[in-house]
């Protein structure tokens, strides 16, 4: 069972666009929401996290929005660049283990 | 230092074959994890191991078998290769933090079943 739904599952944004993703997720007992990055050829790195009693969270051009109620989160890139053109996905993290949604592959075109 | 290291970083099996995807880390880090991903899809969990000699599994484990001797290999062993495994598999650690900041991947391993 996905526990975690992640949509686009690919998009295409202009350089200096908005990029914005979405993810539900189904159990109300994580801990933690984690997005990874990941380039082709690569293992997913982490980027940005948020705790579940946060609304919202900004590193730089990246910015975590969190609705509780509405078990949803979601992850905006700003002013996009080539340079962020890769496979993103939204996790939930529960004792130590990640629950990974499906991932979306985001090109950024100069 | 190396972080997570993963070889094979490719191979093809054939239908039936065995093999060890062999996965260390330099992190001292108690977790250990198996994930695999399929084109498209998001990473699965396989097995996880919280120490040395605990492991349980994850979300997809039939078909596979882990151990763990040691805190720095977690070595993962596919019995009887089938085409459903043709996937990428990532080895990952972490001190097991509840925010998943402390999660390290591989590179992965690139398998494909004939």
């Known amino acids: 069972q996905q526990q975690v739904k992640q949509s686009p599952q690919s998009l295409i944004v202009q350089k200096g666009g908005i990029s914005i993703i979405n993810c539900a997720y189904e159990?109300?007992?994580?801990?933690?929401f984690p997005w990874y990055q990941q380039f082709p050829g690569k293992g997913p790195a982490l980027l940005i996290a948020i705790r579940p009693d946060v609304s919202e969270k900004k590193e730089g051009r990246f910015t975590i929005s969190f609705n509780k109620s509405a078990k949803q989160f979601s992850l905006h890139i700003m002013d996009s660049q080539p340079g962020d053109s890769a496979t993103y996905f939204c996790a939930a993290i529960k004792n130590g283990k990640l629950t990974f949604g499906g991932g979306t592959r985001v090109l950024v075109k100069p | 230092n190396a972080g997570v290291t993963q070889t094979p970083k490719f191979r093809i099996l054939k239908i039936g074959q065995s093999m060890t995807l062999q996965c260390t880390q330099d992190m001292n880090h108690n977790y250990m994890y198996w994930y695999r991903q399929d084109p498209g899809m998001g990473l699965k969990l396989i097995y996880y191991s919280v120490g040395a000699g605990i492991t349980d599994k994850g979300e997809v484990p039939n078909g596979y078998n882990v151990s763990r001797s040691t805190t720095e290999d977690f070595p993962l062993r596919l019995e009887l290769a089938a085409p459903s495994q043709t996937s990428v598999y990532f080895c990952a650690s972490s001190y097991g933090d509840a925010w998943g900041v402390g999660y390290t991947f591989g590179s992965g391993t690139r398998l494909t079943v004939v």
């Open positions: 159990n109300t007992a994580f801990d933690y």
